[in-house]
């Protein structure tokens, strides 16, 4: 009894238990001090510049006189401008952000070398001072741009430009989605207290259906936002929720699935769980281990055993490496150098998924669609992981293809032991494939069940519309939909209460409750499967009333919510 | 190259009345660095007034350039039509016609849905614009009865406060929108037949499901025939009366919905849809059809389904497949087991389909 109570206790408002933490992963500096670390080298670089400028001027050029001192020290004025401007413009301040500020400012000091020695030129001037500006404007040059280089640790600003983070969201964007600027500066409603007190029903853990075993990965009010960068400065005009506090379990050997519509979250989830693109707020444990704010770098010893097969099997291969290559990038990043042993293991690994081992050295332009994204299964397989996150990895691939790749997923993690977090729209397909499933609605868990429970018994009106919306492939089985209305709004500015609340039907049905708008659900637990829905009504939902909602609904009040 | 069974009517007449649509024996190529491409190979079909038709197939298989070289949307060269191809539409031969007399016909008679939206509108005017503009040239009425009618038409296809929306440009609405923009842009001159080319692929399963609903009543409503191109069989079998399955450029299978879907003839047909993934296969494998779809350049020489074909034999390798009729009614399949030769053969390919159709279904779910 003190045992279940103890367990009450632990048990958040999701339901789920707390993650057993046996360690931690996380960076090797907190982000303060690096930021500090940068701030500090950046005013350097400034009283550097400053004093630089002073010495040659006066020592070696003999300039005197204030008025000229002070033209003499344009460089320095060009490079706090620049460095003001840009850090101004990179709203999250990230180390990169100031380096490229640092040689932004060194790249405008050139500039203005051919600008003043046109002026000084023109007007004739004295030519010994345009000389004495116009070298120090070289020498900034020159040594500014090695210098801050180091400084500001270009390698990690780098990296990620080169897209860890990724161009994630433009203006363009938002905006196709019909959201005013106003919209997007509005933050979603604090969720009242209300809310938060529902006692959770739980009779039984989600661990103790898995036969007491521990989670392979617990994510706990996982969150990503990404800044709307606009105008000339680029400043932050807005925040994209893409997810937004999510929380759930994947048990060893399962095959955990994420739906839903386009933009709703599921890809940046996958990518923040592996810390491909860091979280800006909530925990993920993986086998234990605490992953806290790790950086992109310091994944690798985990980045064996989490991979990743992305959606588009034309994009994500590289088109001028060979396949050897492909494969063998990640090997040599986890240190097996050997150039024989790597070219072994990638044979290795395209036998295991069906291709020749004579393969190796053709380019992905060689291959068809489904051999590509076979490929793809390949580079995440070479390194013997645990758990891998598929990303709609048959959606881009013909019907017949498909079913090859589903078979060939599902025989490797018979045999390789996996575990599967698989994200994908098609809803079929994810019946098919997984154990569980979450539905996901603008950043957020709508309903998370075993798939009995979300196909036969689905108790958030979201997933009734989904599960409606499938076209059934016999024709005897044709029926009036329940449709939807209007588009899915944006994860810039999430409606408030429920984020299902504009598009809702159930709502309508039951004469618009006030708290539909005012009060978030909570994601609470309904039965003993562990069943969980977050909706306030989840117990009015039965086949009969989706009937009568769909047979009495008129096609063309559908986009009126748009 | 082969006889086709379904060659309707005499060659040079028109057909019947009723007959909205007729493509008889249509023959597309592109020519291209590596050689010719026969994106469509032989194909015959005919639509009635009112009707609808689905086409479906895999990528590369010549649906779209089907449509377009119906509606003469097609560049020539790089393509070229090849000779006895004939498409009567509405008691006229549209193949041989002058362009700027077809160019009537396409918008006033015969529309279009493409896609992608965005590509097929153009973004540098307002939607009302283009939506007027195209009434003004095909109705011939003036200016400020054209915006009134494309008022009207967004409209009829629920988009709300149409007076505002006349004032917008493509960017600024989202994809379904700018489907729906399409679709009544393709309805404002009401045409008596709409060809839509894969309308929903690009869109999420929600926004689908509106955009087929409406595609339903406003078919159902104004009567005009419909000819549905989707590599979806659940598009499919939702929206139409009859289907066609191509492959390589070939018709090769064809009946009413309930006969392709529900008794398929064709191993292609019987492949895929035993392919589809469902709860009742969950634990099991799914059955797959072999290999790839063959390249155009490097067909193989009689049945081009063989490489990948389960219940292939010798006669396969060497004659080519007609089309042959499957029971009584216009149900037809591009296979020798519907041939006196392969009659000894069909039983057992049929027991092998319903098997691997049913596979998994005998099993107890789960497996986890
Ligand atoms: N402009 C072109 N030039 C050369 N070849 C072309 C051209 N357009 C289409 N093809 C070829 O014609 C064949 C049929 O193409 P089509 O676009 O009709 O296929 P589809 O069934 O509509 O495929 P998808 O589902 O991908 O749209 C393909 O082999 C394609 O490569
Ligand atoms: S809480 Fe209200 S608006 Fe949200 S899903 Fe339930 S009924 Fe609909
Ligand atoms: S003709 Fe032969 S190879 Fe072609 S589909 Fe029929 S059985 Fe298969
Ligand atoms: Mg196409």
Redesign the pocket.
């Known amino acids: 009894m003190e045992a279940r109570e103890a367990r009450m206790d632990s048990a958040f408002d999701h339901g789920l238990a707390v993650p057993q933490v046996r360690g931690k992963l996380r960076r090797r500096l907190v982000p303060g001090l690096l930021r500090a670390r940068a701030i500090l080298y950046g005013i350097l670089a400034i009283i550097l510049v400053i004093a630089f400028t002073l010495a040659v001027s006066v020592v070696f050029l003999r300039i005197k006189g204030a008025g000229d001192l002070l033209i003499t020290l344009w460089p320095a004025y060009a490079f706090v401008l620049a460095g003001y401007l840009a850090t101004r413009g990179f709203k999250d301040r990230k180390l990169w952000a100031f380096g490229l500020a640092m040689t932004v400012g060194v790249l405008l000091a050139g500039l203005g070398v051919a600008l003043v020695l046109g002026v000084m030129g023109v007007s004739g001037g004295d030519g010994n001072k345009a000389f004495a500006v116009v070298l120090l404007g070289l020498i900034f040059v020159g040594f500014g741009l090695p210098l801050t280089w180091s400084l500001t640790g270009s390698r990690r600003w780098f990296t990620e430009l080169r897209g860890a983070e990724g161009p994630a969201i433009r203006t363009a964007d938002v905006l196709e989605q019909e959201v005013t600027v106003a919209d997007l500066v509005i933050h979603p409603g604090a969720v009242p207290a209300v809310a938060m007190t529902v006692a959770p029903t739980v009779a039984m853990t989600e661990g103790e259906r898995h036969g007491n075993v521990d989670p392979l990965v617990s994510v706990r009010g996982l969150k990503k936002h990404f800044p709307i960068v606009g105008g000339l400065l680029r400043r932050q005009i807005g925040t994209i929720y893409a997810v937004d506090g999510v929380d759930f379990d994947i048990y060893p050997g399962e095959v955990f699935s994420l739906v839903g519509e386009s933009g709703c979250g599921k890809t940046t989830l996958g990518r923040t769980l592996l810390q491909l693109t860091p979280p800006t707020d909530g925990r993920v444990v993986f086998n234990g281990l605490e992953l806290e704010d790790v950086d992109p770098d310091d994944m690798r010893p985990l980045r064996r055993k989490m991979q990743i097969i992305f959606q588009d099997p034309f994009g994500s291969l590289n088109p001028r490496m060979p396949v050897s290559d492909i494969i063998g990038e990640g090997l040599f990043a986890q240190g097996i150098t050997n150039r024989a042993e790597r070219d072994k293991r990638v044979e290795d690994s395209l036998e295991i998924v069906g291709l020749r081992r004579d393969y190796t050295r053709r380019f992905p332009h060689e291959f068809s669609g489904g051999q590509r994204q076979r490929i793809g299964v390949a580079r995440a397989l070479a390194l013997n992981p645990d758990f891998v996150v598929c990303d709609e990895p048959v959606s881009a691939l013909d019907v017949s293809i498909q079913s090859q790749v589903l078979n060939l997923l599902l025989d490797l993690k018979r045999d390789l032991n996996l575990t599967y977090l698989f994200i994908s729209h098609n809803l079929s397909v994810v019946e098919y494939f997984s154990d569980r499933i979450g539905v996901m609605y603008l950043g957020k868990i709508?309903e998370e069940g075993t798939v009995e429970e979300l196909y036969r018994n689905p108790r958030?009106?979201?997933t009734v519309a989904l599960l409606s919306a499938i076209p059934d492939p016999d024709p005897r089985k044709r029926r009036k939909r329940l449709v939807l209305k209007g588009d899915v709004p944006s994860p810039a500015a999430p409606p408030s209460?429920?984020?299902?609340?504009t598009r809702?039907?159930?709502?309508e049905r039951?004469g618009n409750?006030e708290?539909?708008?005012t009060?978030e659900?909570v994601l609470r637990v309904l039965d003993d499967t562990g069943h969980r829905a977050?909706?306030?009504?989840?117990e009015?939902i039965n086949e009969a009333v989706v009937q009568e909602t769909a047979a009495t609904q008129s096609v063309l009040e559908t986009a009126v919510a748009g | 190259m082969t006889e086709v069974l379904a060659a309707p009517g005499p060659v040079g007449a028109p057909p019947d009345r009723d007959v909205l649509l007729e493509v008889r024996s249509l023959r597309t190529y592109f020519k291209v660095l590596d050689g010719i491409v026969p994106a469509v190979d032989d194909i015959s079909f005919s639509l009635k007034r009112g009707q609808t038709l689905g086409i479906v197939g895999e990528s590369g298989s010549g649906k779209s350039v089907t449509a377009l070289t119906i509606m003469r949307l097609l560049d020539i060269p790089p393509a070229s039509i090849g000779d006895g191809s004939e498409v009567w539409f509405d008691g006229r031969e549209i193949l041989s016609m002058p362009l700027d007399e077809m160019r009537k016909i396409r918008g006033n008679d015969a529309a279009m849905i493409f896609q992608e939206p965005l590509t097929s509108l153009n973004p540098v005017f307002t939607i009302g614009d283009q939506i007027a503009e195209q009434v003004e040239l095909h109705l011939k009425i003036k200016k400020r009865a054209a915006m009134d009618r494309a008022i009207e038409s967004l409209q009829l296809v629920g988009i709300p406060s149409p007076e505002r929306r006349v004032k917008q440009y493509p960017h600024e609405m989202s994809g379904g929108m700018r489907q729906r923009v399409m679709i009544a842009m393709a309805l404002s001159c009401e045409p008596k037949l709409l060809i839509a080319d894969e309308p929903t692929t690009a869109l999420d399963v929600t926004i689908q499901a509106q955009i087929l609903e409406l595609l339903k009543s406003i078919q159902q409503r104004t009567g005009s025939a419909l000819l549905l191109i989707t590599h979806d069989l659940g598009v499919v079998a939702e929206m139409v009366d009859n289907v066609i399955v191509m492959y390589t450029g070939q018709i090769v299978e064809q009946g009413t919905v309930h006969e392709v879907l529900l008794e398929p003839r064709d191993p292609y047909t019987m492949g895929l849809l035993e392919s589809i993934p469902s709860v009742e296969k969950r634990g099991g494998r799914l059955s797959a059809i072999k290999g790839v779809v063959p390249s155009p350049f490097n067909l193989p020489p009689a049945c081009r389904f063989e490489p990948r074909c389960p219940y292939a034999w010798d006669r396969c390798r060497t004659v080519p497949p007609d089309l042959n009729r499957v029971g009584s009614g216009g149900h037809l399949a591009r296979c020798h087991l519907h041939t006196s030769e392969g009659a000894g053969r069909l039983p057992d390919a049929l027991q092998r389909h319903r098997t691997a159709l049913n596979l998994g279904r005998t099993l107890p779910t789960g497996g986890h």
């Not at chain 1, 209460?497 to 609340?501: D, I, L, Y």
């Not at chain 1, 809702?504 to 709502?507: A, F, G, K, S």
């Not at chain 1, 977050?534 to 989840?538: P, T």
């Open positions: 709508a958030h009106p979201y209460g429920c984020r299902f609340h809702c039907w159930l709502r039951l409750p708290q539909c708008s009060v659900p977050a909706c306030h009504f989840a009015e």
